[in-house]
């Protein structure tokens, strides 16, 4: 995810530079693009039923941001403006703030809708056809045991 933010940024501003009339528009696809990737992974993650999806999508989310913003600072001084190392504090403390935001809460909206699509499609056996024909072994009753006691 880190580095899909890195991309993302790096391209909105060599955009911003090259075309600065284009930016609202391709700076609102690529939010989509960003918002719907981290919703449909962690879909994914909730639907197959991975253990602690929601502990590793906030970590995911906490490991992004910094590494989205050192990423994109190197990203923007390789291609786009020579920036600077001192850039690195603003990107570091603000862009992954946001950046971490921009994958927690997606995530968050991804794990609830995984998990809701499990549920809705019930549990689904594999070997379910090749057992609907064996005969169902059902438990066999066990007798009472006589009370011994005081009361009879």
Known sequence: MAVLHAAATVA????????????????????????????????????????DAGRT??????????????????????????TGIS??????????????????VPAGLGLLVGARLRRAGGEQDPDAETRADEPEARPQPQKRRPRVGPTG
Not at 27 to 33: D, E, F, G, Q, R
Not at 87 to 104: D, N, R
């Open 12 to 51: 909105l501003a060599k955009i911003a530079v090259f075309q600065p009339t284009e930016t609202t528009f391709v700076t609102s696809v690529a939010l989509a693009v960003l918002v719907g990737a981290a919703a449909l992974w962690s879909a994914l993650d909730a639907w197959l039923g991975l253990a």
């Open 87 to 104: 850039e690195l504090g603003s990107a570091l403390f603000g862009g992954a703030a946001f950046t971490a935001l921009l994958v927690l």
């Open 57 to 82: 999508w906030f970590i995911a989310a906490l490991v992004a941001g910094p590494l989205a913003g050192v990423l994109s600072v190197i990203g923007r001084g390789v291609f786009v403006d020579q």
